[in-house]
């Protein structure tokens, strides 16, 4: 069983940064995808960013040119650097573990972090 722990989020003010970390157990971090989601009150979860394990990315337009996401295999761990903050990125976001084995796929989720950006 995968179990996604997200850490970092918070209150910060329009223009500040934040860096989201999500460590994952298990021993299928290496070879999954990894992506970070956001829901805001009233909305349908948004994925804003994913890296393949590979290490390629893809984010949101949303997001493009402010989020930055990196992983470290050695730690399992996954990274969302989030700088020039707006208020239209506050909401829980969640650590997203994706892939695919022998031809099954799997698809875990941590539990959220809030994030808030207000003056």
């Known amino acids: 069983q995968v179990q996604l722990v997200e850490s970092g989020g918070g209150l910060v003010q329009p223009g500040g940064s934040l860096r989201l970390s999500c460590a994952a157990s298990?021993?299928?971090?290496?070879?999954?995808?990894m992506g970070w989601a956001r829901q805001a009150p009233g909305k349908q979860r948004e994925v804003v960013a994913s890296?393949?394990?590979?290490?390629?990315?893809n984010y949101a337009d949303s997001v493009k040119g402010r989020f930055t996401i990196s992983r470290d295999n050695a730690k399992n761990t996954v990274f969302l650097q989030m700088n020039s903050l707006k208020p239209e990125d506050t909401a829980v976001y969640y650590c997203?573990?994706?892939?695919?084995?022998?031809?099954?796929?799997?698809?875990?989720w941590g539990q959220g972090t809030q994030v808030t950006v207000s003056s």
């Open positions: 890296i393949t394990s590979g290490g390629s990315t």
């Open positions: 997203n573990l994706s892939g695919r084995i022998l031809g099954k796929s799997y698809d875990f």
């Open positions: 298990g021993a299928i971090f290496s070879i999954s995808t």
